[in-house]
């Protein structure tokens, strides 16, 4: 079946690819936290606080969650694990929310195998983060090989992952806009941060139906200006209503609100990740009323000092 | 005069920073180009054709024009050449265009030195390039005391200059803060293209009546919708009305089509910064009637090939 | 057991460490092949190969195998894999020469348990490559809590792995200065090339008796002269005999000779590095008698010219 | 007459090469500090401090001295400043002594004016720092041309000058051994510290006569170790007797001793370079009876703390 797909696609590409985008293209627009693992004070996973984190987010107007990605501590769980997560949380997302599981792996033959579980755990689509332990030969025509083979077996479609703050690597345009025009294959997390890059992938994929999601809070509102659909971003764990609000703003073309809520975010954003990462968001959480818990080591938590210096951010930004 | 004015500040800084932003700051908003220097083919300046370029960009709504910037081929003036260009370039400017002259040098005391003489010379205001051959060692400290000093002494107005694509040093976000307090340091051109810094320093500066220009024509839209001003744009030397249209879009809120016509500037305006740099920008410039010519040596003229690819682009983008 | 052993070298640390330096401490010195996994052309492991293989690295006066290590492709293999490779080596591996395995996981939870089981797998020592998917929280607290836990638990020496080419990060040096107290952290392969870097780390911890082996062939012998006490070069894998050899020049004090092997050997070494990789190991390994065959993917095989170019290499440099 | 020769080398570019290298090319072994500029409190020239200065080098075992260099601040100095403090430095340099001084410019053009002056002024011949403002231009073929040019032109041979850690850039390979080969063209200065680029360089440019000197006392030995005929140091303007002595022991191969005393300064050069520059560099001449002052700004002194920081590690080094 495959090989006829892939057939079909070589003679003529740009009509399959328009077809499928028409027609069955999965929309992802909208705000997706990327939930991060609940654990207990040894580590194992805090299974009763996934739930009721998932019931309070639940009542927010995000488009839905993406669990299994950076901010789950992914790497840092067993295969099985990855799984259990994602059909626990299958169990308690609320009705409508899209739920996308992360199932990158190093290997193309560990990624598809994954891909497969996380489908039939309950995801709806999958996030396949860039492989980069091997650098140097991750060229554009490897990554090609790689997403086609695991998008060609995939039961559900294929968002892109590029995130080179902790992968070291920026998935090359070529490489995407190419990407772009395989049928099951439909967006990508775009967690760089770079401006021009972004409204420049949206330019040259736009006539294949492809979504691009801003990887951050903190350029949430620049990414919407130059054609993104929403955002992936681990600060939406903790301020999931103002970022819900501040895409609102952006449709009704309330300019300056969306200026103003944008800068208040910034600081909060960077705090959470660039600054504090994980455990950060965790620790915040806490105020807001979630389960934050520890972080598997070798994560650290966050020092006396630190989370001193975390919620002053949040207080003068005046989200507490 | 300076010490008193340096021991006033010293103890009331905040009111006096106030006092000059509210009453005295000069408004930099708009699009500027940094205009090349144009040569004959021995390599000398080629003041005709300097002339004939100014006269042709007088009749385009831009802002006024920075000179001896980096398109301007700075680093490869004497200290003489310099000066003469900016007095030269003062002759010929239409009325109501500002004009802004690059007077960094690596040393603070060269930098005085020059930035005087470029305020004799006809210029409204100065932008001072972060030294940068010490990387090392260039603290926020050793950053701040250079900008205090050259700003304490200069006639006009001071804008700060980041371009760590050709400097290789992000002026510290702390030291741009501190300097925004300075009655006499108005702006920044911020060329490092991460949208989320660049809503920062917004946000972080703006009580004190501080101005943020986009230092790149592939992120003037998102850079706008965040706060800056304006932009400082080599593309504007070669697209100068689709510049000062695509500023008019985001004010009159016409969204959709400045977000079309961001995205058609996106790989034209790559083509003439990162590709091709001065020699693509001069090249361009040609196909819309000014006289682009050689750079200086080391700098060399584009290949046949890459001038075709650099063509192609402003084809496709439909500027050609 | 463990929180006493901590608490005594909390109280009198360098006490026990030069105890333990000076009976204990397993000596590491001489060339080990970081060996590859031989796959079939389906990418299952081809353990005939693996037989084959060792059975005549055993002929070359190597000091031992590192097995499951970057060369190895770990990270495309499952964990059953990992240990079932370690199991089968430790079969074919030739009587006097000494087994390490790879068993660096991202989570520290993970890398002690993957530590006991390739002990159990009959490895002498484990090589614990630095996590690194969350960069910007791997502080030298987070690697030393890391190290610490693992060889407290670990019932071999524990060797650090410092490679920032794969990872992005360089495992800090002071870090290594705490760890090379700890008695059962027995030394580090340094992978990165900084021979300054090298040459402090030997000074710093000579007096534990920590032992420093150069991570590719490009520098072994300015490596040995600093002090290291041999390496870990894929180069092994093909050119094993003339890097024992390299070894015995200096060791001799064949100087000229030595500089003349090392240069030969730089060019060859960086083609199946930093060029091709482990295609390119693998396929040189070929005309050296030994198998080579594919990668798993994403990794792609040579192309033509590009195994023109690698052959090309090694026949300039007199080794074909 | 500059046509002729080039034309020549055109067509028998090995011959003349060779040609040069055996008969004409003078030796640069040796160790060369490069020196600081003395500087007054007002930063106007300490030109009795120079004299000094050199007096008491002149008594040490140094091959010579690079002056305006890196270290001696040239970017801080006017074209006049730079040419007359090889001037002076000329009428108080020893018998035997080799002048090296610094003349590379950002333009080409510049480059070859400051040349011709740096000869006249007594040069013996001329470091040439890599242009490096418009880093992405400056290919392999635009510093092969600016290098050929200025080397055409050059009364004195040329020396290459790499420095990444100030420049951002490293010279590309290709382009060093292309430029080995011209006749005027003796040596580089190679400062990056990646050891087996300079085996690399040295071997692959052995058969032109070229001469590559290492570019920090940190890699001084495995420098020589791999065929560096000797060293440009920061740190030889504080320990020029220590880095003599280096040199010799490597010579006699007293390997060990040579190994000891390359790592006692490996610290103190640190703290001379990447730590604390050229504030560090003049601060602890003045520890050994050398006139260190002040740096022209930005560059700024060290603090209380950093100049006690700097005085433990050359104790704990040993050398105070």
Redesign the interface.
């Known amino acids: 079946m495959h090989s006829v797909s892939r057939l079909f696609r070589a003679v003529w590409p740009s009509v399959t690819a328009r077809l499928y985008s028409s027609t069955t293209s999965k929309d992802i627009s909208g705000i997706f936290p990327p939930i991060p693992t609940p654990f207990n004070a040894d580590?194992t996973i805090a299974w009763d606080k996934l739930e009721s984190n998932i019931k309070k987010w639940n009542e927010i107007p995000l488009r839905g969650y993406v669990v299994q990605g950076?901010t789950g501590e992914y790497?840092?769980?067993?295969?099985q694990e990855r799984v259990e997560v994602v059909r626990r949380v299958k169990d308690f997302t609320g009705p409508g929310k899209m739920l996308i599981a992360g199932s990158g792996c190093?290997?193309?033959?560990?990624t598809i195998t994954m891909t497969r579980e996380m489908s039939s755990a309950g995801a709806e689509a999958v996030l396949v983060v860039t492989?980069c332990?091997?650098?140097?030969?991750?060229?554009s025509?490897?990554?090609i090989?790689?997403y086609t083979?695991v998008a060609d077996d995939s039961p559900v479609p294929v968002i892109l992952y590029s995130v080179p703050?902790?992968?070291?690597i920026d998935l090359p345009p070529d490489a995407i806009i190419q990407l772009a025009k395989h049928p099951n294959i439909i967006g990508i997390k775009e967690s760089g941060?770079?401006?021009?890059r972004i409204?420049?992938l949206?330019?040259n994929t736009a006539k294949d139906g492809f979504q691009v999601l801003s990887g951050?809070a903190?350029?949430l509102?620049?990414?919407l200006?130059?054609?993104c659909v929403g955002g992936v971003c681990a600060l939406g764990n903790v301020l999931g209503g103002p970022l819900c609000q501040l895409e609102q703003l952006v449709k009704e073309?309330k300019?300056n609100e969306?200026?103003l809520l944008?800068?208040?975010l910034?600081?909060v954003?960077?705090a959470v990740t660039?600054?504090?990462?994980?455990?950060g968001v965790k620790k915040a959480m806490e105020w807001f009323g979630f389960y934050g818990g520890p972080t598997?080591?070798?994560?650290?938590s966050l020092t006396e000092s630190e989370e001193k210096d975390l919620r002053d951010t949040f207080v003068n930004s005046g989200f507490l």
Chains 1, 2, 3, 4 share one sequence.
């Open positions: 580590e950076s790497t840092f769980m067993t295969p190093e290997s193309t033959r560990d492989p332990y091997y650098k140097g030969r991750m060229t025509s490897a990554f090989q790689h083979r703050s902790n992968t070291g941060g770079d401006i021009a409204g420049s949206v330019h951050s903190s350029f509102y620049p990414a200006s130059v054609g073309g300019l969306a200026k944008q800068h208040r910034i600081a954003n960077a660039t600054v504090y990462g994980i455990a598997r080591s070798p994560l650290q």
